[in-house]
């Protein structure tokens, strides 16, 4: 699953992208300041970051700018209701992939995002590999000693992220935020939930999990550090 920053200071907007956003399928992570914003841009864990303009901390075309300085290669798409000539050119020439004039509809959102990903990006890799567990983003399939297992939405989302971030602890909540996004009816329970039934489908009898409990912290995919 596609995972989405949206940084918006306008949080009426914000709500209404996310909820459109998740409900076709996109992971959403959002939060409503520039700096915040470029520092989660920075782990570079984001297929696509939508920006607003003008933000306090960092104005969209700032955070785009250092986004793109410092590596950045997801889908970026700038938010504004700025519609002169100079002003789309000065945002597409901070790195921006797209612009959308405020206000529009949601539906045109997910439109150019459907576009714009259909692109080759070296960030989308074909596979990602744990141990003998295979998992191809693209084609959303998990393989383990090339058998294909059969995977819930959000189990192969849950998974993804995780493979994403080796070696990397979140905690049940973290994962509720990154994974599941405002799904009020979720619980950290939800998450156990989860991570006992991918257990259950890639674990081998004989080997410790792959994802590793860590006691009153949450939990991680062990993979080697190379």
Same mark, same amino acid.
């Given at each position: 699953?596609?995972?989405?920053?949206?940084?918006?200071?306008?949080?009426?907007?914000?709500?209404?992208?996310?909820?459109?956003?998740?409900?076709?399928?996109?992971?959403? +992570?959002?939060?409503?300041?520039?700096?915040?914003? @470029?520092?989660?841009? /920075?782990?570079?864990?984001? $297929? #696509? %970051?939508?920006?607003?303009?003008?933000?306090?901390?960092?104005?969209?075309?700032?955070?785009?700018?250092?986004?793109?300085?410092?590596?950045?290669?997801?889908?970026?798409?700038?938010?504004?209701?700025?519609?002169?000539?100079?002003?789309?050119?000065?945002?597409?020439?901070?790195?921006?992939?797209?612009?959308?004039?405020?206000?529009?509809?949601?539906? +045109?959102?997910?439109?150019?995002?459907?576009?714009? @990903?259909?692109?080759? /990006?070296?960030?989308?890799? $074909? #596979? %990602?590999?744990?141990?003998?567990?295979?998992?191809?983003?693209?084609?959303?399939?998990?393989?383990?000693?090339?058998?294909?297992?059969?995977?819930?939405?959000?189990?192969?989302?849950?998974?993804?992220?995780?493979?994403?971030?080796?070696?990397?602890?979140?905690?049940?909540?973290?994962?509720?935020?990154?994974?599941?996004?405002?799904?009020?009816?979720?619980?950290?329970?939800?998450?156990?939930?989860?991570?006992?039934?991918?257990?259950?489908?890639?674990?081998?009898?004989?080997?410790?999990?792959?994802?590793?409990?860590?006691?009153?912290?949450?939990?991680?995919?062990?993979?080697?550090?190379?």
């Amino acid at each position: 699953m596609t995972r989405v920053l949206l940084v918006d200071d306008d949080e009426r907007l914000a709500n209404v992208i996310e909820d459109w956003l998740v409900g076709e399928s996109y992971i959403v +992570e959002f939060v409503n300041n520039g700096l915040e914003g @470029l520092e989660k841009a /920075r782990s570079n864990t984001h $297929e #696509v %970051l939508i920006l607003d303009w003008q933000m306090p901390g960092k104005t969209g075309v700032e955070l785009c700018r250092e986004y793109r300085q410092n590596g950045g290669i997801g889908v970026v798409v700038m938010l504004t209701g700025k519609t002169t000539i100079s002003d789309k050119e000065q945002g597409l020439d901070s790195g921006a992939d797209d612009y959308i004039t405020k206000p529009f509809h949601p539906r +045109e959102l997910s439109a150019r995002l459907r576009a714009l @990903l259909r692109r080759p /990006r070296a960030m989308q890799a $074909e #596979v %990602l590999r744990a141990g003998d567990i295979v998992l191809e983003p693209k084609s959303c399939r998990v393989l383990k000693a090339d058998k294909e297992i059969n995977f819930l939405p959000k189990e192969f989302a849950l998974l993804e992220f995780l493979m994403r971030n080796p070696n990397v602890v979140f905690s049940a909540d973290e994962l509720l935020n990154k994974v599941w996004s405002k799904e009020s009816e979720n619980s950290p329970d939800t998450v156990r939930v989860h991570i006992t039934k991918i257990r259950s489908k890639i674990d081998s009898p004989d080997q410790e999990s792959l994802i590793r409990t860590v006691h009153r912290v949450g939990y991680k995919l062990h993979a080697p550090v190379s």
